[in-house]
């Protein structure tokens, strides 16, 4: 029987969740003869193809929540978890009458989907998280923005960093598929040197550093909060450090790009703003009125791309409650 993963895709967590999740299911639960990967991504319309949840089971990590009776397993940290009311209802429901309290989990409180993933198979399953404590250390560092410096975090001297870029950013589809199992069974260093990323890395590096310098050419700064807009330019993912590495005295950016797929309104605060954390906004309530979510201290908004006017006004709408707060 095969089970069927679905994640986060163009995101280090989202692969570290598929990764941890796949090694934790096959030494704990052993019902899977086989995995198979599906990324899935945030865009304007229905997230989910009934049709592409297999026969066997289904997992869905680092994504929101699904109620589709053929997903079995499901964990999430992001604040906007569920996409309606009526969805949320379902999951506390299957908690309440116990059916799906060993499958499904949900905490907003946990940094990473990888660490909640770890603790919950650990602590109700038995698994054996130290062979893999690099992986959750990092996917933390990555997910909750944790780097020492804007700079450590744009010039990515990490492994975990390039191979993060990798992820994000890399136009072959087929990459976090083919890394997946590979994080669970090699430090990430031996995980950057394998041949399918290496050549990657250099033409991948050269984008980064023509991004950083669009961004520079297009970013401004108003009361604390960086704005640009780069929708001129379709990319398929860009260092959301760089404003920061910009303008280090920001405590907001709102960022407009587009890509293949969407156009996005990407919302964050600076991680390494002098402002205490009573004092900064919720990012993931604002989105959620455009339709978009994700955490307190970061979010987005996801428009079909041929709607770049609409996210326009939404991205002028939030910089300038943003410079306001």
Same mark, same amino acid.
């Given at each position: 029987? #095969?089970c069927?993963?679905?994640?986060h895709?163009?995101?280090?967590?989202?692969?570290?969740?598929a990764?941890?999740?796949t090694?934790? =299911?096959?030494?704990c639960i &052993?019902?899977?003869?086989?995995? *198979?990967?599906?990324?899935?991504? =945030?865009?304007?319309?229905?997230?989910?193809?009934?049709?592409?949840?297999g026969?066997? $089971?289904?997992?869905? @990590?680092?994504?929101k929540?699904?109620?589709s009776?053929? +997903?079995?397993w %499901?964990?999430?940290?992001?604040?906007?978890?569920?996409?309606?009311?009526?969805?949320? !209802?379902?999951?506390?429901?299957?908690?309440? #009458?116990g059916?799906?309290?060993?499958?499904?989990?949900?905490?907003?409180?946990?940094? *990473?989907c990888? *660490?909640?993933?770890?603790?919950?198979?650990?602590?109700?399953?038995?698994?054996?998280?130290?062979? @893999?404590?690099?992986l959750i250390? %990092?996917?933390?560092? +990555? #997910?909750g923005?944790r780097y020492?410096?804007?700079?450590?975090?744009?010039?990515?001297?990490?492994p975990?960093?390039?191979?993060?870029?990798a992820i994000?950013?890399?136009?072959?589809?087929?990459? @976090?598929?083919?890394?997946?199992?590979l994080?669970?069974?090699?430090?990430?260093?031996?995980v950057?040197?394998?041949?399918?990323?290496q050549?990657?890395?250099?033409?991948?590096?050269?984008? =980064? %550093?023509?991004?950083?310098e669009?961004?520079r050419?297009?970013?401004?700064?108003?009361?604390?909060?960086i704005?640009?807009?780069?929708?001129?330019?379709?990319?398929e993912?860009?260092?959301k450090?760089i404003?920061?590495?910009?303008?280090?005295?920001?405590?907001?950016? +709102?960022?407009?790009?587009?890509?293949s797929?969407?156009?996005?309104?990407?919302? &964050?605060? /600076?991680? %390494?703003?002098?402002?205490?954390?009573?004092?900064? @906004? /919720?990012l993931?309530?604002?989105?959620e009125?455009y339709? &978009?979510g &994700?955490h307190a201290?970061v979010g987005?908004?996801?428009?079909?791309?041929d709607?770049?006017? #609409?996210a !326009?006004?939404?991205? $002028?709408?939030?910089?300038s409650?943003?410079?306001?707060?």
């Open positions: 029987m #095969d069927k993963i679905f994640y895709d163009k995101c280090f967590d989202g692969a570290c969740s990764s941890l999740f090694k934790f =299911h096959r030494e &052993g019902t899977a003869s086989t995995y *198979s990967y599906h990324g899935l991504v =945030h865009r304007a319309g229905a997230l989910f193809d009934e049709n592409a949840f026969d066997g $089971e289904n997992a869905i @990590v680092d994504f929540y699904s109620a009776p053929k +997903v079995t %499901w964990f999430d940290h992001h604040q906007s978890a569920f996409l309606t009311p009526e969805d949320q !209802r379902d999951f506390e429901a299957g908690q309440e #009458d059916s799906q309290r060993m499958r499904k989990f949900f905490d907003p409180n946990y940094i *990473s990888t *660490s909640l993933i770890a603790d919950i198979a650990q602590l109700n399953f038995g698994f054996n998280t130290a062979p @893999v404590l690099e250390e %990092w996917a933390n560092i +990555v #997910d923005a020492e410096s804007a700079k450590a975090a744009v010039e990515m001297e990490a975990a960093m390039k191979l993060t870029m994000e950013s890399s136009p072959d589809g087929t990459l @976090v598929q083919k890394l997946i199992p994080l669970t069974e090699m430090s990430l260093q031996q950057l040197d394998q041949p399918l990323v050549e990657q890395l250099g033409p991948l590096m050269d984008r =980064h %550093w023509a991004a950083l669009l961004i050419s297009r970013a401004g700064l108003e009361k604390g909060v704005t640009f807009d780069i929708t001129d330019q379709p990319t993912g860009y260092n450090f404003p920061y590495y910009l303008y280090p005295a920001a405590t907001y950016n +709102v960022g407009l790009s587009k890509s797929f969407r156009t996005k309104v990407s919302v &964050g605060t /600076n991680p %390494w703003t002098s402002l205490d954390a009573s004092e900064l @906004v /919720n993931a309530a604002i989105c009125r339709g &978009g &994700g201290r987005a908004i996801s428009f079909p791309p709607r770049e006017q #609409d !326009r006004k939404a991205a $002028e709408e939030i910089a409650e943003l410079r306001t707060s």
